[in-house]
């Protein structure tokens, strides 16, 4: 069954296996007349890519985005805008040893459960790098978002049991685990040390803040804002739960301060707090939108672990290659994309919520 | 936009407000040939029923379930099954009051905002009345699950700060709390009662296991099966939260306790833990699948609470009529149900995932 | 699987069958804010009735639409709006006899070679009672183009070899064939009367005509308005053939001849002849849209056929009832609504297609 | 709006202009375990090539399709098999004419008004080189069917004035007119001789024929399958025309002679006739499925035509380069290729009719 095609609106069909010839996306459905370069694209990407600091693998990966269509002399024009990534020649002998062995923590088996056999070269279509086709459409989509004023930033909440405890918008982007707050990155750090040293990984939670974005967004009942969030967050591989504002806190407070009073300002009626995360019967209210995404620790560490080959035999593996400590700060991205794509695809649906919409629409048509 | 219709091949589309003539639900995509009666159906709605206990609502509403469409002879005839429940006569005028004011911690305003006006009596299309459809819908999945031995069972794992610490199947369905644990019942017992007497309401957390699932359910890499049922839960109104396996626990831990070891036993390969909570890559391995839902305290509550009026002027609000101190047992006939529906839905979508099977399939046909 | 759903934004799920208790349908998608009642669509509904005419059946059939939610105070609501048609009390033994016999010319074999066993109470789901829904649905999405300036008229374009040769509005809803031109209605009956003599029954040719559709509707390449109208149109179980503008005629004309010229008056471009049809590369041009469908005969006919039981036997078949001797004047209005769903549809897709339409939009909403 | 995606379960996404970079297709629900190269694809690619004949444009078009994932050790893998067409470097100057003026017959205003601007050279997307990757993926989708036994076989049944009169297999990929009849193929290419001496263009009709299409085949009652043939074959650029079985000409003939008699033969109960063409109810019964497009003439011709600049002023328009004289021969393929992806996303929808045949499936299981 078709399963890589995510968005009713803006909708984005991924493909490419890890040490295939390439891999891309097509988005379908971006309107005409956005500005659209390989430049407003490839920072996305940077920010996902291996190498960046001792806290990712070191594997490099040729990461240089190219628009094949839907773009005309600067402008997206419409129609499906297609994008690729050449992949670098690997040396997929490397992998060998994984045509058989399942890796513990890895889809290895699950892939062979279902289809009959894998692309087992670096995990195939389960690959990690699988994302970057994601980040290469939720680029186009933040793109879009920014003329609307939206802008979705997200950043690690916290490695392991190291959390921020203050928001430094200017440090977000800057240090090697994207932590907007220096001081937690640095007690991070020192605690990824510890695990790398015992040849271990760690996880942590990623958090998202959408603002910006207009009253409105969401469909009842099915396809609430929260619920498409939720999907889209948690197809990320890594990805073990969801929340949205307090989330699992909620369930154990009273409705007397969960509930978020309202009161009127300047022309409108606003939330005093956001115990909902921006989010009331699924529709947005205007707040700012917070969700988190608890990510596992990375399945693939340098320890020998005990697993099976296809025919059941235990063998003791040793997985080649070098691994990410952590995926958390190469994540921040992918779940900041998977937003994007979410609110834009929102976007568009909301249009058509009321009938004096549509016709001043129409009525101020050319 | 279109929103209230979910599932690609087991799809469903609900309708009805709280306080309409009837809400209901139509189910496409159902196989021929599966025994179905309104009895088969009603025990779930009853589950979901108000007025079952001292913790839930004193309100009465019909929850006879009817079968319009889609059986013939007592079994489904593969064309739309639509399902329908009769609202009794409510008396609306009780309900005027909130013509006006928003009542803080629910969808009212957002309603407005999005469409300009709103069905204001009980809450309209976002009361959690409209569960009522996604419940009916479920039990018909259940019972195509049944076919295939699947089992959903979901059951409140906690209320407020009291969580169970055993499970009991018996218990599971028996209580006034629906707690497989009947020690945790009381407690939880005592302390909704101090929460009634403080005119306040409680929240909780509601755990799902998913028994008996075959191997390979589950579409990477958006419609991973987890993915699926994360989008299907957290559209449950009062759902903030979710997670799968070890969930947000797994940010906290290691990789080499995380990741689940694969042994071989009886012609297959099972994994020893599983912290995965039964899906890898999206896909379904073949053990339980376990997640959890945060439920919100109820925001209807007893106590005067300041909003404002869509004027935006300042009131004291007293909502009329009773209200759940807590809705976490009544929810968990929902959240299985949305359990069923993202199961069938896939039981159907992974036929197609090897040539081998489909050929064995047509092979085979009359 | 899923068949029975019908629209990406204004989607309409129909459900029920010919002699179940009811049949209905769920539009999902409608926006809030248009003035919907029961009066709006019932006309429409009186447009297909049985029993208008020498022409139609004799059967009575419960035509009474009802709203069961989506409206509230007079005004469509933006949530789902259901649609229900309680069937009369059929006395079901009169159609025994299909139990076992299949009718040449329906859908009684494929349904039994797809489903198994079928529900053979006057053709069940592939009755021609299925299209009242469609009809119910498309006289809301027509309330709705109304509001757009946008018209879809139909017509009987011929019956047998009788074709109309001029066209008067008036006479268009008026006369028992709804053929806009009185003399051809009148050389129709006199050949349809020689059809009944001999115990048999006529096909022909319907028409539309969707005025003020704005320009930009249809979405390319596999979305093209044509091709959505095709669709929707082909799927009307007598529907044999569909053609657009020119459509089977401009594959013996020359390009010279079929091309339509362009020219500029009053501010815009428009084509001096309209070979098209009012779509080009699947995009409407503002140009009246016409397209034609091809009615087959009615299969029920009063004669004594030659088929076989579901054992293979071979026997000879009275179907039971009265048989409408021809079906194009009472599809006419399935023809108009089907055309209706789809332009609504396409409104509300082509919001999107240019970024400044989306800013213009959002920057006027309150 | 997302239109460029088509299929429920063989899910496919083209995308590409005539001018860019590259054009290509993502195909996602492709099963696991189909043998799949290149080399199967190509011939497909090289029915629709230009430069064959006399009777086709004489542009030489780079038509090496590249499969760049999803296809592991020469089988498909389950995951999404994206395929790819490199452009040659064309020199767009000579299209520099055309981004003022409007051709008639095409698609060049309607895609300025509804997108604002368009990619002029060679007509962007609307140009008929986006049909290459609608025959890429046919080509995967026929050879998934051929695994089952089904065929479908495209030919030219008319050009102009001229049709076959009789049917000779071998003939159909020979000639220059993919004509199944080689007298009648003569007789058209004097007529388009003559066509060409006056510089004009010809149409026709394609007829095509799938053979050993299970029984069963189609949902009700919208996404019957002669609908959704009508729709896939509709969304081809010069298509005005569709019909099944006897199609337009079942408008005029009597019931009696329309309906199908049914007999009992080798163990099955089959049709005698087949007036039907293959589909009863928008269900396959298991006798060839037939149906026709009726292709316009070649809007682009050599003959200075009457039109507008963008700005409305009239001029006389040469359009450069040089012209198929007819598309049939060419679009034949496309035609063939859109069944093959109806076909092939069928047979995986049909898969869950009945309870039983799921069971059956699920029990055989590995």
Chains 1, 2, 3, 4 share one sequence.
């Not at 802008?151 to 090697?176: F, H, M, Q, W």
């Not at 942590?204 to 803040?209: K, L, Y």
């Not at 409108?268 to 707090?273: E, F, L």
């Not at 958390?328 to 900041?336: C, I, K, L």
Request: aromatic share 8%.
């Amino acid at each position: 069954m078709s399963g890589s095609v995510i968005g009713k609106h803006f909708t984005v069909s991924t493909w490419g296996e890890s040490h295939g010839a390439a891999l891309g996306v097509v988005i379908d459905g971006c309107p005409a007349g956005l500005s659209l370069c390989e430049a407003d694209i490839q920072p996305y990407m940077d920010r996902r890519k291996p190498g960046q600091s001792d806290y990712t693998t070191k594997r490099r990966e040729a990461d240089d985005i190219r628009i094949l269509s839907g773009v005309f002399e600067g402008k997206t024009t419409g129609t499906p805008i297609s994008l690729i990534l050449y992949n670098e020649d690997h040396r997929s002998a490397d992998y060998s040893v994984l045509a058989d062995a399942y890796r513990p923590g890895h889809a290895d088996l699950a892939y062979d459960q279902k289809y009959g056999f894998r692309d087992y070269r670096g995990g195939g279509r389960s690959s990690g790098r699988e994302t970057a086709a994601r980040v290469a459409s939720g680029a186009v989509a933040g793109k879009l978002l920014k003329e609307f004023g939206i802008s979705c930033r997200a950043y690690t909440r916290s490695i392991g049991p190291v959390s921020i405890t203050s928001y430094d918008e200017e440090e977000r982007l800057k240090n090697s685990l994207y932590m907007p707050d220096a001081s937690a990155c640095e007690k991070a750090e020192a605690y990824l040390k510890e695990v790398m040293a015992k040849k271990d990984s760690a996880g942590g939670v990623i958090e998202c803040v959408i603002s910006g974005c207009p009253k409105g967004l969401g469909e009842p009942v099915f396809d609430k804002l929260s619920a498409d969030l939720a999907k889209a967050v948690c197809s990320i591989g890594a990805v073990k739960g969801f929340e949205i504002g307090d989330g699992f806190a909620s369930a154990d407070t009273l409705g007397s301060k969960n509930n978020d009073p309202l009161f009127f300002k300047e022309g409108g009626i606003h939330t005093a707090s956001n115990h909902a995360g921006g989010i009331y019967g699924g529709i947005a209210n205007g707040a700012d939108i917070l969700f988190r995404a608890a990510i596992k620790p990375t399945p693939s560490i340098s320890q020998t672990q005990d697993t099976v080959t296809r025919d059941g035999k235990p063998i003791k593996l040793e997985i080649p290659g070098r691994h990410d400590p952590v995926i958390v700060p190469r994540a921040v991205v992918v779940v900041e994309s998977m937003a994007c794509l979410v609110i834009a695809d929102h976007l568009i649906g909301n249009m058509s919520s009321r009938l004096e919409g549509m016709l001043a629409f129409y009525h101020c048509q050319p």
